[in-house]
């Protein structure tokens, strides 16, 4: 079994090292220098080893001191870190977001800042996943899911409705600047979600290009490796406006038609509704309802 030690003599004998004196280390311990000279001299006789030289009024470090001291305060620091996490957590209340990756990175993150300023008693933890959240299930808080609100037994806060728009890099810009829409629609690599697959079709009929047929597809089954396809040129995007604003604004992307494919149904963040009543829920929940 490994040798406890005393912690008070521990603490001196660290203190003292650092400030140099047992006078200094005794205001910082809130103890006389007496106390904290016998604290030394008790954990020197535990130790069997020789901590400091004595050289009249003054204590200087052994080598082994020296060493001693460095490793203890570094373990003071953790004990502290440690401390300061534990009361952190008591004083935050965590609730648990499980959604679609793209929407984490894509739209949410990038406003989590301002809900951290406003709601610093609200730990937010993040958990991505593409099937349809299951309370029973899952152990999360809030989940996300498509379509029009209405699911018996979820309390649902709608996000934003689909707003679609077709998007490329600035070499598919150049391209379909030269073609006709007809053209450069049917000669170009759609790429397709593998779980929105009316999507283009839907955005066709909008445009009025129903009657194109695509010659080149790749299906996808995430949105992220759509929008990587996009910046690297591999094909033409359909993705949700919100999604790449920034992208839009900064050049990295361009609309490469006017149209855009908007429909009732969305996304929402859904939650049981007693789970609706937690205070860090509703707090969540207002913040989101006041976003772009």
Not at 262 to 287: K, N, Y
Request: net charge negative; charged share 25%.
């Amino acid at each position: 079994m490994r040798r406890l030690l005393p912690l008070n003599a521990l603490r001196a004998f660290e203190t003292v090292a650092r400030t140099g004196t047992l006078t200094q280390a005794g205001e910082e311990l809130l103890v006389t220098p007496t106390a904290v000279g016998r604290h030394i001299k008790n954990l020197e006789d535990i130790l069997g080893i020789t901590l400091f030289e004595r050289e009249g009024g003054l204590l200087i470090l052994t080598a082994q001191g020296r060493q001693y001291a460095r490793s203890l305060g570094r373990a003071f620091e953790l004990i502290a870190d440690a401390t300061d996490l534990l009361v952190g957590s008591k004083t935050r209340t965590p609730i648990t977001l499980r959604a679609y990756t793209t929407f984490l990175v894509r739209w949410l993150i990038p406003k989590l800042p301002d809900f951290q300023r406003v709601h610093p008693e609200v730990e937010l933890r993040l958990t991505a996943a593409f099937d349809v959240v299951d309370f029973a299930r899952d152990a999360v808080d809030l989940g996300m899911r498509y379509g029009d609100g209405q699911w018996p037994g979820l309390h649902a806060t709608p996000l934003f409705s689909d707003e679609l728009v077709v998007v490329g890099n600035a070499g598919l810009r150049d391209r379909f600047a030269s073609l006709s829409a007809e053209e450069a629609f049917a000669t170009s690599t759609l790429l397709v979600h593998t779980l929105r697959l009316d999507d283009w079709p839907d955005w066709f009929e909008v445009a009025g290009l129903d009657d194109i047929i695509p010659t080149h597809q790749m299906p996808l089954d995430d949105m992220s490796l759509i929008y990587q396809g996009m910046l690297d040129g591999i094909g033409v995007g359909l993705t949700q406006r919100c999604y790449v604003e920034q992208d839009l604004r900064e050049g990295r992307l361009h609309l490469l038609s006017p149209n855009v494919l908007r429909r009732q149904r969305g996304f929402h963040l859904v939650c049981l509704p007693e789970t609706a009543r937690i205070p860090a829920v509703q707090a969540f929940l207002s913040w989101l309802a006041n976003r772009d």
